[in-house]
């Protein structure tokens, strides 16, 4: 694939990405404060995709992409507060986690532990860790749902992921 086709997919991705984390995104409020204690931003798929396709290099600079321009593009439906660093090194740990996964072992591999362990290591914990330093949110408190949420979720958005790395790989051959 050339390079101009390369950076072309990206920035489709980055898009994409920023559309499903800003606008299609579930957010919810755990506590009473002014911002959401929880999360469910279907852009992991696109980025996790991102590295997948692309390598753990362009996965990273898609997730740092995605969330600085996603950033001024706008903050989303109901998303109060302003730019907080933590969350571009998430976003940017998850695009590089998609392009180490062990994608090659098995045609029909299923990638349920490379996505569980970046919903929930990267995600929950360290999400949870931001909101915490940067809005002063409770770790101790907010640590239980975002756990168990991570883990419900890990496993349909695990699927939809599978899925659509097996069509786009048909796609871009």
Avoid: Q
């Avoid at 469910?40 to 980025?47: A, E, F, T």
């Avoid at 996964?101 to 362990?117: S, T």
């Avoid at 990267?122 to 860790?129: A, D, G, P, R, Y």
């Amino acid at each position: 694939m050339s390079k101009t086709k390369k950076i072309a997919y990206l920035g489709m991705l980055i898009a994409i990405i920023i559309i499903l984390s800003r606008l299609l995104s579930f957010k919810f409020n755990l506590l009473p404060a002014s911002t959401y204690s929880l999360k469910l931003d279907p852009g992991y798929i696109v980025l996790l995709l991102s590295g997948m396709i692309f390598g753990p290099i362009a996965g990273a600079v898609t997730g740092l992409a995605a969330d600085i321009l996603g950033f001024f593009v706008g903050k989303g439906v109901g998303e109060p507060g302003g730019f907080f660093p933590g969350f571009t090194v998430t976003y940017i740990l998850i695009g590089f986690l998609g392009g180490i996964a062990p994608v090659k072992i098995k045609e029909n591999v299923k990638l349920f532990i490379p996505y569980a362990m970046g919903i929930f290591i990267i995600s929950s914990i360290m999400n949870t860790f931001w909101l915490y330093l940067g809005f002063g949110m409770p770790y101790h408190i907010l640590i239980i749902p975002r756990t168990i949420t991570a883990i419900i979720v890990s496993i349909p958005f695990a699927i939809i992921t599978t899925y659509l790395y097996k069509i786009s790989r048909k796609f871009l051959k």
